[in-house]
C-alpha cells in the first residue's frame, strides 16, 4: 500500500476559526434571520435532538407535530426531557391541517413549544410552515421547525415568520456535506433554554454552545472538522452564486414539473397541490402494485427513486430532485424511469407524453 499518494482531502490545513463566525452569518443570511445561529459538526439529526433535549425539562408542556417518523422521535426527546407532549399526529404520511394545529393550542393553553418538520423528505408533503408560526406567535408558544430538507428550497423567512429554532443541514436542498448543521435561536427561545432545568455539560446543550457565542465565535469546542467545513463553504459559495432566489424557483419548478410528468404518464402525486415538497415527488402506486417490485424494475437505470418512508407512505414512491438534482435531466430521467417501470410491470404509461410533459416546463 503506497501511504504517500497525494490526495487532497489528506492532511487538511487548520479551518480559519475566524471564518465559522463567517460562515454562520451566511447561513443567517439564507435563514433572514439577525437571531443566533449555533453550528454543529454533526449530522442534522443531532441539531434537532439537541434543540429538544435543550427545551425539554419537567414542567414544560409541547405539542408535538408527526407528520413522518422524525415526528416521533421529536416526541421521544421531550419526555426523556421530562417534558410533557401532546402527539398531533395527521392522517399517515399527510400534512397536518393548520386548524387542527390551532384548536390542539386552544385546547393546551398552556403549551410553551410546538414542534414540526417544515418540507418532509419521507413523503414529499409540506406543512402549512406560515399559518402555524403565526398560530403559535399569537399565543405566545415558542417554534421549533426541522427545516433540513426545506433550507434552500422552500421560501423560509425566520424573522419575517418568527420561527424561534430552525434546523438545518446543508445536505439536502444547498447540495452541501452531512456532516456539519446549524439552527436558529431566537431570544424567546432562549429563554426557555436558560431558564433552570436543562442539560448541562452535555453535547446536546444549547446553553453550553452559547458559550461559542458568547466568546466572539471562534474556533468551536473540540477538534474543528475542517474538511467538513472547507465543503460547506465551497456549497454557500455555489448557492449564493446562483442566488437564493433562483435556488427556490429550481426546486420549484422540479417539483412541478415531476407532478405533471407523473400525472401525464397516469400516475397519482400524492401530495396535494400545493402541499407538496419541492425536495420530493412522491406518486401511489397503483393497487396491487408492490412498490420493491417496482424500484427494481427501473433499477438497471440509475435514476433517484426511493420507496416513500414511515407509516402511510409503504405504496409511495419518492422521485428526488433535491438539491443539484433540481434539475430537467434528473426529473425527466426519473420521471421516464417511471414510466418504464410501469411498462415492465405490464401496464400502461405514455412515456413521450410525459417527457413532453416534462419539457414544456424547461422550454425556457
Ligand atoms: C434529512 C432530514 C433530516 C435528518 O438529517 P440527517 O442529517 O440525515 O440526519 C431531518 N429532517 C428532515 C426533514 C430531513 O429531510
Redesign the pocket.
Known amino acids: 500500500m503506497p501511504f504517500d499518494r497525494w490526495n487532497a482531502l489528506n492532511d487538511a490545513p487548520v479551518f480559519p476559526p475566524e471564518r465559522f463566525g463567517l460562515v454562520a452569518d451566511r447561513l443567517g443570511r439564507i435563514l433572514r434571520t439577525r437571531n443566533d445561529i449555533l453550528l454543529f459538526q454533526t449530522?442534522?439529526?443531532?441539531a434537532?435532538e439537541a434543540a429538544t433535549a435543550s427545551l425539554a425539562r419537567p414542567g414544560l408542556k409541547a405539542i408535538n407535530i408527526v407528520t413522518?417518523p422524525?415526528g416521533a422521535w421529536f416526541g421521544g426527546w421531550l419526555r426523556r426531557g421530562g417534558a410533557e407532549v401532546v402527539t398531533l399526529s395527521a392522517e399517515p404520511a399527510r400534512p397536518i391541517d393548520a386548524k387542527a394545529v390551532t384548536a390542539a393550542f386552544d385546547a393546551h393553553p398552556e403549551t410553551k413549544v410546538v414542534i414540526f418538520?417544515?418540507?418532509?423528505?419521507?413523503n414529499g408533503v409540506l406543512n402549512p410552515l406560515e399559518e402555524i408560526v403565526a398560530a403559535a406567535r399569537a399565543r405566545g408558544i415558542v417554534t421549533v421547525v426541522?427545516a433540513?430538507?426545506?433550507v434552500g428550497g422552500h421560501a423560509l423567512d425566520v424573522d419575517a415568520l418568527g420561527v424561534d429554532i430552525a434546523v438545518i443541514?446543508p445536505?439536502?436542498s444547498l447540495a452541501g456535506p452531512?456532516g456539519v448543521?446549524a439552527l436558529s435561536v431566537s431570544p424567546a427561545a432562549w429563554a426557555l433554554i436558560t431558564a433552570e432545568g436543562g442539560p448541562r455539560e452535555s453535547t446536546l446543550s444549547l446553553l453550553d454552545r452559547k458559550a461559542w457565542l458568547d466568546a466572539g465565535r471562534g474556533a468551536l469546542p473540540g477538534t474543528s472538522a475542517a474538511l467538513e467545513f472547507f465543503a460547506l463553504e465551497a456549497a454557500l459559495d455555489r448557492f449564493e452564486a446562483e442566488g437564493p432566489a433562483a435556488a427556490l424557483v429550481r426546486h420549484a419548478q422540479a417539483a412541478k414539473a415531476a407532478r405533471e410528468g407523473l400525472i401525464a404518464l397516469g400516475a397519482q402525486p400524492w401530495a396535494a397541490p400545493g402541499r407538496a415538497s419541492h425536495?420530493v415527488t412522491t406518486a401511489r402506486l397503483p393497487d396491487g402494485v408492490d412498490a420493491e417490485a417496482f424500484l427494481a424494475a427501473a433499477a438497471h437505470l440509475d435514476t433517484d427513486m426511493s420507496p416513500g418512508v414511515g407509516p402511510g407512505a409503504e405504496n409511495l414512491v419518492r422521485l428526488n430532485h433535491t438539491g443539484r438534482r433540481a434539475c430537467f435531466e434528473a426529473v425527466l430521467g426519473n420521471v421516464a424511469a417511471y414510466g418504464i417501470a410501469l411498462r415492465k410491470l405490464g401496464l400502461e404509461a405514455d412515456i413521450a407524453t410525459a417527457a413532453a410533459a416534462v419539457a414544456a416546463h424547461y422550454a425556457g
Open positions: 449530522e442534522a439529526v443531532v434537532l413522518s422524525f418538520c417544515h418540507a418532509e423528505s419521507a426541522d433540513v430538507a426545506s443541514g445536505q439536502k452531512a448543521s425536495l
